[in-house]
């Protein structure tokens, strides 16, 4: 008998968490409740993208969905917080993973570690420099369960410090998704790639036209 949460699961945690934050966001921004349950939703992705690039098989394949992904989504993601198609204040959230596993990518195939300290300031000076959700301290939240993935508290020690310490305001309800983390069972579950993929444009999308009415 499995015991724990599957990846699936967290993914579906994690997507649950951020519909609610975003329906406060664009629809009920008065309701300060809806934005403190989505604060969850960033710490699980940031955890799953780093368990997906331990086991995908192609992780230049991996980078490519997401950096796709980034792409299509601007336009609703800006049509659904800015009303505008394009809207450089702000990126969506899927530039920040993409950068995050470029950044991996970079760790993992750079040789010297002065080199690789280059490529992680770089990717976290650029997420910065594009305004990407969760910016640099998105990236050290990967980067948290990267280098800590098999010293526990460390990990979850980093995440509440990134969290409540760095970013503060509702981002301190954040470190309440290491729950469902720890419950983690290391099985991947269900395949619903084209779903996880395709429900964030698409939501942005419906948010936003529901918001027109």
Known sequence: MNIGINAFTLKMIAIVAML??????ILFPQIEILRIIGRIA????????????????????????????????????????????????????????????????????TP????????????ILLADYLRTDYGSWGLLMILCYYEFRDKKWLKYGGICVINILAMGYSQVYAPLALIPIALYNGKEGLKCKKFFYGFYPVHLLVLYIISLF
């Open 20 to 25: 609610i934050d975003h329906i406060g966001a």
């Open 112 to 123: 010297k570690d002065f080199r690789k300290a280059l490529c992680v300031a770089a990717m």
């Open 42 to 109: 960033f710490p699980i992705f940031a955890f799953t993208l780093v368990e997906g690039f331990f086991y995908t098989k192609d992780v230049k394949k991996y980078m490519m969905r997401l950096g796709i992904l980034a792409l299509v989504s601007e336009i609703p993601f800006d049509l659904a917080f800015f009303g505008v198609p394009f809207a450089y204040v702000h990126q969506n959230v899927f530039f920040t993973l993409f950068l995050g596993i470029l950044m991996l990518y970079f760790i993992v195939n």
